[in-house]
């Protein structure tokens, strides 16, 4: 049974919700390294699957945008997920006494935890397609 928000003071319902906005943001970064950049070189080296991803492309022409700067996209994305680690795994983090409060207080941590862990791994398969994976090839002489 998840806490109910209601009991927290105002001081920690404005601390909880800009952490969790930290969160959302780098998972919402992190999703969009993936979907810019690896998803679309997965999908035409492994699947075969050009035709779509052109389709794609031009019926979202953000994802060219975004593609054509993807440093500063994951420049950016990195950052936030940095912050957002820090938030969640900073020293001195410590829940209330109160019984109700600490247990909102470790399930909020704990979901931020997990979020923050998927984000990585999905901009750590992002960075590796769109800046690792062709230099290996080439390298390995494939």
Known sequence: MTPDIGVLDRA???R???EAG???LALITSTTTLVCCALPIMLVSIAGLGAFVASMSSTFPILIE???HKEWVFGLSGAALTVAGWMVWRPGRSC???PVLARWCDTFQMWNRRLVVVSGVIWSIGFFAAFLALPLRVALGG
């Open 12 to 14: 920690q319902k404005q």
């Open 16 to 18: 909880t919700l800009h």
């Open 22 to 24: 930290l969160v959302a």
């Open 66 to 68: 975004l593609s054509q």
């Open 96 to 98: 209330p006494t109160d």
